[in-house]
């Protein structure tokens, strides 16, 4: 055996911190404009409605789910520095573009799905991340690892709407730069300041990450993604056959984690400003505050995880995680009789359309309009276009407040058991592809989960959206059942470490 030295155990560490800000970068440049990507595709482009902007948010993850598996592959047979470096600068380049969408003077939409898109291929660098730390740590260091690079993955979640709330005091209209054509506001400053730090991440990279790789007992093994000569041992704990059934078992359970934590990210700001009347700004500025407050929950939780996991292992607490989130969706189904408030601007310009239906309620609806402020300069409250406003009860302000903080609680405990689960079955093999898989699995999610709730809030409303999440919970839990047994560390399952 060769024994680390401290130099060596110093250098593996500093490479994995690195690892640990290019994942809080990834994150932050995905929720640092995700409160404000609807009012500012509303200003910039009228033709887009809410269906489209499941679209935009899912943008992000086709890119990721096309760049995660190649990203992947790339880090299996090369210094992972390249497609880390390669997929940062993608990021750069892709803000920067966002910050321009608003110059062409029409198809404006269809500049910002671009814009998604490629700030997703270059998260795709995620895979590479989690690949590295898995095959830089012993066993014994994977759950708290995992569990901080998913710490650093919230607080990214948790400073970019911070960020964009931050950015909200420049305004609409902001700042403009003539010679470059830049518009300096809320909604071009977040972005550009991602950009500053996907630069800084890179110079940081090329300056102090190494390639380093451990067994699962903790000795330095030799690593193909090296550049030059590594002192270390060969792996001889490789033989034998990774369990496929378990691999497919997690990919599925991530894929629905991510699915109904991407419903519920996309639906924040529309649900809010049909249920509570407020206008963009303010959705924008209340969803940034709260979802702040549950990433702040979501990091103390992963350093509770850290501990708890030695004492109940890391299947219990999967499940225990799923059944959290189970009932903070449950809470969030309609349950009173006030109904929300209808738009007063289509009121005031008669653009209802009229049915038995409306012509029975209009007195109710006259009575909503006289009752909301006069000063306001956009359409605010359920429009009238959504037509289970006329029938679907409110979801009141508490109910949304307390799912937002069991599924703030239940979504991260999920999250770090699943990677640490992943990268336990895997063991001593080749993480890339695998990780690229997992990552792909979970941008799938992030696909269909804004397309689908976008689709079935819209035209059957939050008790049809809320109540198919459930259901779709209840099948994971009963898979993490059948599976329960085989979701074990590789080493355990050949008998060369204890569980």
């Known amino acids: 055996d060769v024994v680390e030295t401290e130099e060596h155990y110093k250098s593996r560490w500093r490479s994995i911190w690195i690892m640990y800000l290019t994942m809080f970068l990834s994150s932050v440049g995905f929720s640092i404009v995700i409160m404000s990507v609807w009012p500012y595709l509303q200003k910039i482009d009228p033709t887009a409605d809410a269906s489209f902007l499941g679209w935009i948010i899912a943008s992000y993850s086709i890119g ?3 760049a995660s598996p190649l990203f992947g ?4 047979h090369r210094p992972r520095r390249e497609p880390l470096v390669i997929s940062t600068a993608v990021s750069v380049a892709a803000n920067c573009l966002y910050a321009y969408v608003h110059v062409p003077h029409s198809h404006n939409k269809y500049y910002m799905l671009i814009a998604r898109a490629l700030v997703g291929f270059g998260a795709g660098n995620v895979a590479v991340v989690r690949s590295y730390i898995a095959g830089a740590t012993s066993l014994t260091e994977r759950t708290s690892a995992m569990a901080n690079t998913s710490a650093c993955q919230a607080v990214g979640f948790i400073l970019g709407p911070v960020f964009q709330t931050c950015f909200t005091l420049i305004g609409e209209e902001g700042i403009t730069w003539k010679l470059v054509d830049l518009q300096l506001n809320m909604y071009t400053a977040p972005v550009l300041f991602g950009a500053l730090l996907g630069v800084i991440n890179i110079i940081l990279i090329f300056v102090i990450f190494r390639e380093h790789r451990v067994d699962d007992m903790g000795r330095q093994c030799k690593s193909i993604n090296s550049e030059g000569e ?3 041992v060969l792996d001889e704990d490789v033989e034998g056959n990774v369990d496929h059934v378990a691999v497919v078992a997690i990919n599925f359970l991530f894929f629905v984690i991510l699915f109904v934590f991407a ?10 400003m049909d249920m509570y009347s407020w206008t963009r700004k303010e959705a924008v500025f209340y969803n940034g505050i709260i979802l702040s407050v549950v990433g702040i929950e979501s990091v103390i939780v992963f350093l509770v995880v850290k501990t708890l996991s030695k004492k109940t292992g890391d299947r219990a607490i999967l499940h225990g995680g799923l059944l959290i989130v189970l009932v903070g969706f449950f809470i969030l189904l309609p349950w009173g009789k006030k109904l929300p408030n209808i738009q007063w601007q289509e009121i005031k310009n008669n653009s209802i359309p009229r049915s038995a239906s409306t012509e029975m ?6 009575l909503q309009a006289m009752q909301l402020p006069a000063n306001h300069t956009e359409p605010v409250g359920c429009p009238i276009t959504q037509s289970w406003c006329l029938n679907t009860p409110m ?3 508490a109910q949304y407040i307390t799912s937002d903080i069991l599924i703030g609680l239940g979504y991260p405990v999920c999250n770090v058991m699943s990677y640490t689960l992943y990268s336990k079955i895997i063991g001593p093999k080749p993480q890339g592809v695998y990780m690229g898989w997992l990552t792909a699995s979970g941008s799938g999610a992030r696909i269909l989960g804004p397309v689908f709730v976008s689709q079935i809030y819209t035209h059957l409303g939050p008790r049809w959206a809320f109540s198919l999440i459930c259901g779709v919970v209840v099948v994971s839990l009963l898979l993490l059942e059948i599976v329960y047994k085989r979701l074990i560390a590789f080493s355990v399952r050949y008998g060369r470490m204890q569980e």
């Open 64 to 66: 990721q789910m096309v």
């Open 73 to 76: 592959l790339w880090s299996n």
């Open 230 to 232: 590594e002192s270390g």
């Open 263 to 272: 419903v519920f990210e996309t639906i924040a700001t529309p649900l809010t």
């Open 361 to 366: 309620l209009m007195p109710f609806w006259s």
């Open 395 to 397: 979801i009141y302000l």
